[in-house]
């Protein structure tokens, strides 16, 4: 079984000022984890993805996530906000197991806005 | 990567019809997924679409009310049938390209009045 849970449905931050998502995973098995973006009316697109290799993620635009197992946690940072960054983020969490190929779990997804 | 698309983009139907959902992808991928994002919501995988078998339901999704067709590698229609308010959702289709990402359509934003 796995599941995602994202720690807040809401984060409002000023333009410039740093971004952190909280994200909390339960896998029964070795996870995949990754970040999705979804901005207004748009596609989900993928921010970055955790497989196993170097726990700390880099993906486009800027932001980054770091694997921490100890902690169950794969939280999305950003240094500094861009009114651009306004939109929902989820995280995703793949279990590695033969039965569940594929399967994502999305968590319940985090409203980001930007104040000027 | 991936791109892919759907159709319609969006669409407003009569409770007690049934809308299909096209979504087509432009390459060649094995596996093939449909999700519901109701209003608000997060994304609740409805089923996967492997072509050349039969479509595996998730828990709560019947085959008589989502029927999928998956008739070659880059196309898979979802039916949503006999529609009532609750089916309005955004339907969105994915695809698995590596052994680890999946790659999201557009998304057809449908409302049942």
């Known amino acids: 079984a796995q599941s995602v849970t994202q720690l807040d449905s809401h984060v409002s931050v000023s333009e410039g000022t740093p971004v952190l998502l909280r994200c909390n995973y339960s896998?029964?098995?070795?996870?995949?984890l990754f970040w999705y973006v979804q901005h207004p009316n748009k596609g989900l697109q993928l921010l970055l993805k955790?497989?196993?290799?170097?726990?700390l993620v880099k993906g486009i635009n800027g932001f980054e996530a770091e694997f921490k197992k100890s902690e169950t946690s794969f939280h999305l940072t950003k240094p500094s906000a861009h009114m651009s960054d306004a939109a929902e983020y989820f995280c995703?969490?793949?279990?590695?197991?033969?039965?569940?190929?594929?399967?994502?779990?999305f968590g319940k997804g985090t409203l980001l806005t930007v104040n000027p | 990567s991936a791109v892919i698309s759907q159709k319609p983009s969006r669409d407003i139907c009569q409770r007690g019809t049934s809308l299909t959902i096209q979504c087509q992808v432009d390459?060649?991928?094995?596996?093939m997924f449909w999700y519901r994002q109701q209003p608000g919501q997060s994304l609740t995988l409805i089923a996967t679409?492997?072509?050349?078998?039969?479509?595996?339901?998730e828990s709560g999704f019947v085959i008589d009310k989502f029927p999928i067709s998956r008739p070659n590698l880059t196309f898979s229609t979802l039916t949503v049938s006999n529609m009532s308010p609750e089916d309005s959702s955004i339907y969105l289709c994915?695809?698995?390209?590596?052994?680890?990402?999946?790659?999201f359509g557009p998304g057809t934003r449908l409302t049942v009045t």
């Open positions: 994915s695809v698995g390209v590596s052994g680890d990402e999946q790659y």
């Open positions: 896998s029964s098995y070795s996870p995949s």
């Open positions: 955790y497989t196993s290799a170097a726990t």
């Open positions: 995703v969490v793949r279990s590695n197991s033969g039965g569940s190929n594929y399967k994502l779990t």
């Open positions: 390459s060649q991928v094995t596996m």
């Open positions: 679409a492997n072509q050349g078998s039969e479509a595996t339901y």
